[in-house]
């Protein structure tokens, strides 16, 4: 600062001005506190010395000097590493406050403890203070200095890093070209349903892949796990060939569940290959469909309840659409229409619905469990006598003489032991196509002829024919092609 500010000159007093100093207290100037007290400013005026005005003006040019070189310079340390200037910087320890801050981040990014080997020196100075830099590009610069630590391009699929990049172009690129693959002339939008982010950051250098081991992740299936729903007519090697499974895999995913005994809505686990990247995306598209036709019923006192008649057929009609089509993975899940312009009517559809109340005998089309007993043998293949054979029915086990009841309405078609292996047993048409089969009973409680309910006793539980024990084999036959009983039972 001294070589800054020039030293003041020292000022001479005359020696009239070095006498009245001398003066007693009662013929000194007033002081400025005084002469605001009381003396006019013409008086003041009237006692001011030549010399008075030549040292307030300097020593108030000395102090205002100061003030503003204060405020415009100030100390600082001009910084280098390994030779390399980094500029100026206000002091030392901010400095190796950034140092600081630069290992523990690089501990962090590579857990375990780094320390910094660049050679950083100092050199004292004093400079303007708009001149001097925070610690910011210092910090950044010595990241760069980082063998170990490099600044990349991370992608992180829902949360799971898969690696990092140095061209985050290319990886921008990549992923475009999946979305790409589901898109056309018709897309108006296409994402990821994972979440996906790509962040520019510092990472361990070891975390750096070749876009080539990125892109197979990206490109890759995956096994996942999804229930499948046992429908009707459904058998287990049925949905393992419907799922192109072999049984024996179906089986491993499935350990706990009998293949001879599959209800309606029973669920299995199947596997399916996913993407590892699905992709949605909504199509718009304009194209002609058809106008569903409305039902009008109208009733018949002269046919039967649960029976109908179509006296009027429905025709569809035709129209142009406008839709959003949303498809995962090119397959379509759902459609919301924008806009429908009807080319044709539909032509609404007339049926007769029954009134008339049915005869008790008549079949309900829903058929009821026969009696209640213990499951011993399901519907399809299994191992009995030695080999495998094909099981038509259900086994249902029951003390001897227990009652068997229709399973619906019907005709009896069938009661006695014809010599094929049923023994006694009833068969009942249903005249709706169905035909059920009530088999190794002890007794018969119904001859040929009879129309029976639903509910209606039948027979009793015994073993004759083919049998092992006491039970009631249980079959249905369609058209009289046999069916699984699973079908109709409730």
């Known amino acids: 600062m001294d070589e800054l ?20 207290a009662a013929h000194r100037r007033l002081t400025l506190p005084q002469w605001r007290s009381g003396l006019t400013l013409p008086n003041f005026l009237e006692r001011r010395t030549k010399a008075g005005p030549a040292i ?105 890093s898969l690696g990092a990049v140095d061209d985050a172009d290319a990886l921008s690129a990549l992923l475009d070209s999946i979305l790409q693959r589901y898109q056309n002339e018709h897309t108006i939008s296409a994402v990821f349903v994972e979440s996906v982010t790509v962040n520019r950051q510092y990472s361990p250098t070891a975390d750096l892949r070749e876009l080539s081991e990125i892109e197979e992740v990206l490109n890759s299936n995956s096994l996942e796990q999804v229930d499948y729903i046992v429908q009707s007519g459904d058998t287990f090697s049925g949905i393992a060939y419907k799922l192109d499974m072999s049984m024996s895999e179906l089986k491993a995913l499935n350990p706990d569940v009998d293949i001879d005994w599959l209800h309606i809505g029973d669920v299995l686990t ?89 005869p008790r005998t008549m079949a309900t089309g829903k058929f009821q469990w026969p009696l209640r007993g213990t499951l011993t043998s399901g519907y399809g293949t299994r191992y009995i006598f030695g080999s495998y054979s094909f099981h038509g029915g259900i086994d249902i086990a029951a003390p001897y003489g227990t009652i068997i009841a229709a399973a619906d309405g019907g005709k009896v078609i069938h009661a006695s032991n014809d010599g094929t292996g049923f023994g006694l047993y009833v068969v009942i048409d249903h005249e709706n196509g169905l035909k059920s089969y009530y088999c190794h009973c002890s007794s018969l409680l119904v001859r040929v002829g009879d129309r029976v309910y639903k509910g209606q006793s039948i027979a009793r539980v015994g073993s004759t024919g083919n049998s092992t024990g006491n039970h009631c084999h249980f079959q249905v036959k369609r058209n009289d092609v046999t069916v699984s009983p699973w079908n109709y039972l409730p």
Do not use: W
């Open 270 to 358: 199947v596997s399916q290959a996913v993407p590892f990247l699905s992709v949605r995306t909504v199509d718009n598209l304009t194209y002609e469909g058809p106008v569903e036709y409305e039902v009008q019923t109208v009733p018949n006192d002269s046919m039967y309840e649960g029976d109908s008649k179509v006296v009027v057929p429905g025709v569809e009609g035709t129209a142009i659409y406008n839709a959003d089509v949303i498809y995962l993975n090119g397959v379509e899940q759902d459609r919301m229409v924008n806009s429908m312009d009807v080319l044709t009517e539909p032509v609404t559809q007339v049926v007769e619905v029954g009134t008339k109340e049915r």
């Open 56 to 160: 307030f003006l300097t020593l108030a040019l000395a102090v205002s000097s100061t003030a503003v070189l204060t405020h415009l310079y100030s100390p600082c340390v001009q910084v280098s590493v390994d030779g390399v200037d980094m500029g100026l910087i206000q002091s030392q320890a901010m400095v190796e406050a950034a140092v600081d801050r630069v290992e523990a981040r690089a501990s962090r990014i590579l857990g375990y403890d780094y320390v910094l080997e660049q050679n950083i020196s100092y050199q004292p100075r004093l400079a303007l203070r708009e001149e001097q830099a925070t610690t910011a590009n210092l910090e950044t610069y010595l990241f760069d200095q980082i063998g170990e630590v490099m600044q990349t391009s991370m992608l992180t699929v829902n949360g799971q």
């Open 5 to 24: 500010l020039p030293r003041p000159k020292s000022v001479y007093l005359p020696a009239p001005v070095r006498a009245r100093e001398q003066a007693p």
